[in-house]
């Protein structure tokens, strides 16, 4: 395996360095613990938005830190849960004094390291709240359903609520609706490579797709055989309006994100495919997104994600963001 990296096992710290050297105007790299924070954290007056997981799904968290996003961010080793550690650094240097939100992707390690951060805090008197996200429909049982796309979603909605002025209470009450309006659903056409283990996480033969994966290297739901990316978003889709219940009429943000090693040329013929999808089944499509937004190392592949919209989730996903990956409207 070949990557631009000097060693396996620095690959989190040198990326973070260059991080810090690309971004200096928007975010602040913070080490020992590691977690990145908004160049002018903390926000004495503003609700801190705080998330994290594993790296290697870049540019999620780190790069979603700044003014209408994330307050602060903390990244794990490839894979892995951030650690407790991290996550009350982070919150000491990003909370004010209206309180922190936490927003976990439903992982059993992120759930439990944050879980232990947030009863810290609560021993501090730190006003401390949090959502969980399960938006991935491949699984059957809604409290086993891993966090996706919809976590995007999430960070930009709950992050302009708070820039706005919202409370804890308000910007947790925009997560959790957000949250209930999405899901999500992905396709592999081949595994990723963790760079400690120099091996793809599964194989596929050269004809194979996998159905519902998910973005640690993990194998999908069912495999089959590769047909035309037409037939694909309508499996893809068909799951999707099942489960949220979307009927004709009802409007709807999409996003069709990379895993990592799929060409934009090929995120655009997906989104085309969704958007016709969409029209003929009466889905107003109001908003799209397109690109490498939660990747998976070098996976080759992508995620749906469909949001449905009302007038709040849609000024809230309008309103102005500035992040190193995410940025419109300043």
Not at 83 to 99: C, E, K, V
Not at 141 to 153: P, Q, S
Not at 223 to 239: G, K
Request: net charge negative; hydrophobic share 45%.
């Amino acid at each position: 395996m070949k990557m631009l990296i000097n060693a396996a096992d620095t690959i989190v710290s040198d990326a973070l360095d260059g991080f810090a050297q690309a971004h200096p105007d928007m975010v602040r790299v913070m080490r020992n613990p590691d977690f990145v924070v908004r160049a002018d954290a903390p926000l004495k007056q503003k609700v801190a938005i705080i998330s994290g997981g594993g790296s290697g799904h870049e540019p999620m968290h780190v790069g979603y830190v700044g003014r209408g996003m994330l307050t602060a961010a903390c990244p794990g080793a490839i894979f892995t849960s951030p650690t407790p550690d991290q996550i009350l650094a982070a919150t000491h240097a990003a909370a004010g004094n209206a309180g922190v939100l936490y927003i976990i992707k439903n992982y059993a390690g992120d759930r439990m390291n944050f879980e232990i951060a947030i009863e810290t805090l609560l021993l501090e008197g730190v006003p401390v709240g949090s959502v969980v996200v399960a938006d991935d429909v491949a699984h059957p049982v809604n409290d086993l359903r891993r966090g996706t796309g919809a976590t995007i979603i999430a960070e930009k909605v709950t992050g302009a609520a708070a820039e706005m002025g919202a409370s804890l209470a308000e910007c947790a009450q925009v997560a959790r609706r957000a949250l209930c309006e999405s899901r999500s659903i992905g396709v592999a056409l081949s595994a990723c490579t963790i760079p400690t283990l120099d091996r793809p996480s599964f194989h596929l033969g050269d004809d194979e797709i996998e159905i519902g994966i998910g973005i640690h290297g993990e194998a999908g739901r069912h495999r089959t055989t590769w047909t035309p990316v037409s037939h694909i978003v309508d499996q893809l889709c068909s799951a999707l309006i099942n489960d949220l219940g979307l009927r004709a009429g009802d409007r709807t943000l999409a996003l069709v994100n990379g895993l990592g090693a799929t060409t934009q040329i090929e995120l655009y013929i997906a989104f085309c495919e969704v958007a016709q999808w969409c029209a003929a089944h009466g889905i107003v499509l109001e908003r799209s997104l397109v690109g490498n937004y939660m990747t998976s190392l070098d996976m080759a592949g992508c995620t749906i994600t469909l949001m449905r919209l009302d007038d709040e989730l849609l000024q809230l996903w309008d309103a102005p963001v500035c992040t190193p990956a995410l940025r419109w409207g300043m």
